[in-house]
């Protein structure tokens, strides 16, 4: 799986204009313009060459082209855009309207992502626009109109545009279904108070992107085509007005201008609209320049789509040099790879059992050793008569697992092993008989040969004894094998719901059986999936256990240090998250409405902040699906010793399993009451 960095808009998907800007305007090295391209250097050197070839570097970029990429900056710094297109205002056949809403749609498709909800207002660009948009494959996509409906009379209303934006796209139409322009205050109010406008309102708000056309006043303008002005007499009231965006009038500064509409209008506001946090302008003309001047000084667009005519005029209106600086600053370097990891550890043999011993200090109201075997542990109040028994275990280096969730309504007992490897049979069998109440015990663990062995070895010891034992293989992985062989995954993040399912069964004191069937059917319907941006190092060597880029990500690792199916330039939050979620949401296939406990983990080096980023994505995502996040857990529950990164887990909850998720508990990683 690859990925490429993502092109500035002024470059289209022109990769020969972008080199050359780089290399003639910038004066990047062609290795600094490979880093920053992802691409090799050796197809830097060829773009440059195809570039002068084709004719659009001769000495320098072609002056058509290096004008619009000047403005397109220039407006960016000038303004603070985030982006910012700006097309030629002569070429071509096709009117500028048509040219700026292919270029829009341009943007819209680069910009857009699974599960955005895109509120769009109207007019000519826009409709223009929403024709010419490509899906890309994105998916639970919501468009929704800015305003409510407009006049019939023109082709462009409200309704066309959202209509005709979510057939290009495959999303989902939320209509307004209310007049942007009501008879008088009391009416919006009422409007806004029947159920179906309230909701649909409520989506609109929940908007994270927005396309806008910006109107100016003339005659023929939309906002006059549209009917906003035919019982107004718009002189009288609006005469500060340069412009109007979503239906709202503002002035030459950018501030709204009241009058009798404000009241009347039903749609998002500009106070509204400032919170959304990508806001695309598409608008150009020599006779909109004020209107796009005053949208931009209000700070209603940071993604801004215009000819190069226009864009010079806003930019002269500014009194601002429209060329930008050549700049000669050099790429800032990479990161260096880690070759070797410090950590606070006295002797490496001695790791295992100075952490068990310093976590029997630090939790000595819930855990206690069990009598001659060193590596198994006990819950303070185990064995109870009559319940069942829960043996959880495995090797060290995923703290707080596996200590971490013994104690009341989770695990009876624990067997730990060296770091990323099993535990041998005789603490496994000493942990069994330290939570043998008399009802039989249950052993649940990771899906990897050592512990499949050992822990088969200890449950014939037990039997043996007369203690009978069932055992729940966890298998959550959904990056270490196919749907069809999943018996061969892993058993990694997603041990943490099975052991709590498992262990609120237990404390239920539901038989042997029982609790092993829901042990297992969470295990069925748990899926995980982690991505590392640097690997854990060795405990005895302090080096990390595979090599990455500095500039890589490993997708789909283990816990175990192991290297993942796929690399891939590293992504921004967003992108990593919608990786894991795609896959995930694919396998899962949840109904709209379904429930889902949520575990936003990190591998051991990912601290909370970037948690709590990937998880706003994770839950925009599911919201968009219709499922509802019953429980999230966010922090270090099962890590890959100092592993920087992040695994996914979701399980997909029924009746039953809500109610043990939601069973108190009480462990040194898990309280619940």
């Known amino acids: 799986m690859t990925t490429t960095p993502r092109q500035p808009l002024r470059f289209g998907e022109d990769p020969l204009l972008w080199a050359s800007w780089l290399y003639y305007q910038e004066g990047l090295t062609q290795g600094d313009i490979a880093t920053q391209m992802g691409v090799s250097r050796a197809s830097v050197n060829a773009y440059l060459a195809d570039a002068r070839t084709r004719g659009i570097v001769s000495i320098e970029i072609d002056p058509e082209r290096f004008r619009a990429l000047s403005l397109a900056q220039a407006m960016q710094d000038h303004f603070g855009l985030t982006d910012c297109l700006v097309i030629p205002s002569e070429g071509g056949d096709s009117p500028l309207i048509d040219r700026l ?41 919501r468009v929704v109109q800015a305003t409510g409906g407009t006049t019939a009379k023109i082709p462009w209303t409200p309704e066309a545009c959202a209509t005709r934006l979510a057939e290009s796209m495959g999303a989902r139409c939320i209509p307004i279904s209310a007049p942007a322009i009501v008879s008088s205050p009391d009416m919006r109010a009422l409007l806004l108070r029947e159920p179906v406008v309230a909701e649909q309102m409520a989506v609109l708000a929940q908007a994270n992107r927005i396309v806008l056309g910006i109107s100016s006043l003339r005659p023929e303008s939309t906002i006059h085509s549209s009917g906003f002005f035919d019982d107004v007499a718009m002189h009288a009231h609006y005469h500060a007005a340069v412009g109007s965006i979503a239906g709202r009038l503002i002035d030459a500064q950018g501030q709204p201008v009241d009058g009798p509409l404000e009241g009347r209008t039903i749609g998002i506001d500009l106070g509204g609209l400032r919170s959304v946090p990508c806001r695309i302008g598409v608008a150009g003309g020599m006779d909109k320049v004020q209107a796009i001047l005053a949208a931009l000084r209000g700070n209603y667009i940071n993604v801004m789509v215009t000819d190069a005519d226009t864009a010079r005029a806003i930019l002269t209106s500014e009194g601002h040099d429209d060329t930008p600086a050549r700049r000669r600053d050099q790429a800032a370097q990479p990161l260096p790879e880690r070759l070797r990891v410090k950590k606070f550890i006295n002797r490496p043999q001695d790791a295992v059992n100075e952490t068990v011993a310093g976590a029997l200090l630090a939790h000595e109201d819930m855990l206690a050793p069990v009598t001659g075997a060193p590596r198994a542990l006990r819950a303070t109040g185990a064995p109870r008569a009559g319940k069942v028994g829960l043996v959880i275990g495995g090797g060290s280096g995923h703290e707080p697992g596996f200590f971490g969730y013994v104690g009341r309504g989770l695990a009876d007992a624990v067997a730990i092993g060296n770091v990323f490897a099993a535990p041998p049979p005789d603490p496994i069998l000493a942990a069994t008989l330290a939570a043998d109440g008399g009802a039989g015990v249950l052993h649940i663990f990771g899906n990897f040969s050592g512990d499949l062995m050992n822990f088969e070895m200890a449950a014939e010891m037990a039997a043996a004894r007369g203690v009978p034992v069932r055992t729940i293989v966890t298998t959550d992985d959904i990056a270490s094998a196919p749907v069809d062989t999943r018996a061969a995954r892993r058993g990694v993040a997603g041990n943490v719901f099975v052991f709590k399912v498992a262990g609120a069964a237990c404390d239920r004191m539901l038989p042997l059986e029982a609790c ?18 640097e690997p854990g190092a060795s405990v005895d060597s302090q080096k990390p256990s595979f090599r990455l880029g500095a500039d890589d990500m490993e997708i789909g690792v283990g816990v175990h240090g192991e290297r993942g199916i796929a690399r891939a330039p590293l992504a921004s939050a967003d992108g990593a998250a919608d990786l894991i979620v795609d896959r995930i949401l694919d396998e899962m296939r949840p109904a709209e ?4 406990a949520l575990l936003v983990n990190s591998l051991g080096g990912t601290p909370k902040m970037e948690l709590y980023i990937l998880n706003r994505r994770l839950r925009e995502r599911l919201r968009a699906r219709g499922v509802q ?45």
């Open 101 to 141: 809403g292919a270029a829009a749609a341009q943007v819209l498709s680069r910009l857009a992502r699974s599960a955005d909800t895109i509120a769009v207002t109207w007019g000519r660009t826009v409709l223009s626009m929403a024709s010419r948009v490509d899906r890309a494959g994105l998916q639970d996509l």
């Open 516 to 533: 092993a069937g829901l042990a297992l059917r969470a295990n069925q319907r748990c899926y995980t999936m982690g991505i590392a941006l």
């Open 593 to 596: 409405g379904d429930r889902v």
């Open 629 to 673: 996040v019953h429980r999230t857990l966010i922090g270090h529950y099962y890590t890959s010793l100092d592993m920087a990164g992040v695994s996914i887990t979701a399980l997909h909850l029924d009746e039953e399993l809500t109610a043990l998720i939601d069973h108190p508990c009480h462990s040194p990683a898990w309280t619940q009451p």
